[in-house]
Each structure stands twice: as C-alpha cells, then as structure tokens.
C-alpha cells in the first residue's frame, strides 16, 4: 500500500514563507507525475502546482510566481515552497501521486495565513 507523508504547513503571516514536503513510500519513484491541491472550507479542490516525471511544471494562476514546486526522486519526495503567502492560500494542502490508474493522495496539511 502506498502512503505519502505531508510535513510543513501550519500558521504563518500574510508575506511569509513555508514549505510542504511529502515523502512516497513507493520502490521507483521518478516514473510518477505528482502534483499538490488546496481545498479552501466550502470550496471545491484545486490544483495548485504539478511537477512531471521530466520535471515539467505548470501552476495555477493565483500562485504563479510564489509557490515552487519541485521533487527530489533520490528521496522519493517533492516539495512546495510557498513565498509571499496570502490570506487566501489557507488551506488544506494536500499531496497527489499518480501514475496510470494509480492515483494516491496524502493525508493533508493545514496552512493558514493570518495576521
């Protein structure tokens, strides 16, 4: 059974920086596309960042510029390092694996931005 492991959020002014780290327990991990979500309370889940197995990346919009997605394959982890954080980023954060039919998520991390 594979499992990710998030690690890194948690309570942050608006400006500031954090960053999310999820470890895979999976033998390879370099064939996998992953990617981190966000679900606001009372909102829909939203992709925020994604990061292929050639480490193609694409964001979305509102964190263009900001967040840095990236991915160590050696430790079998990818990481999101959110600067500049806005009150509007709070969220649940979660992490995503995904490889054909496979598709893992992680347990979420809470980030929120408050003054």
């Known amino acids: 059974q594979v499992q990710l492991v998030e690690s890194g959020g948690g309570l942050v002014q608006p400006g500031g920086s954090l960053r999310l780290s999820c470890a895979a327990s999976?033998?390879?991990?370099?064939?996998?596309?992953t990617a981190w979500y966000r679900q606001a309370p009372g909102q829909s889940r939203e992709v925020v960042a994604v990061?292929?197995?050639?480490?193609?990346?694409a964001y979305a919009d509102s964190v263009k510029g900001r967040f840095i997605i990236s991915r160590d394959n050696a430790k079998k982890t990818f990481y999101l390092q959110m600067n500049s954080l806005k009150l509007e980023d709070t969220a649940v954060y979660l992490c995503?694996?995904?490889?054909?039919?496979?598709?893992?998520w992680g347990q979420g991390t809470q980030v929120t931005v408050s003054s």
């Open positions: 995503n694996l995904r490889r054909g039919i496979e598709n893992y």
């Open positions: 999976v033998s390879d991990f370099s064939p996998y596309y």
């Open positions: 990061i292929g197995e050639s480490s193609i990346t």
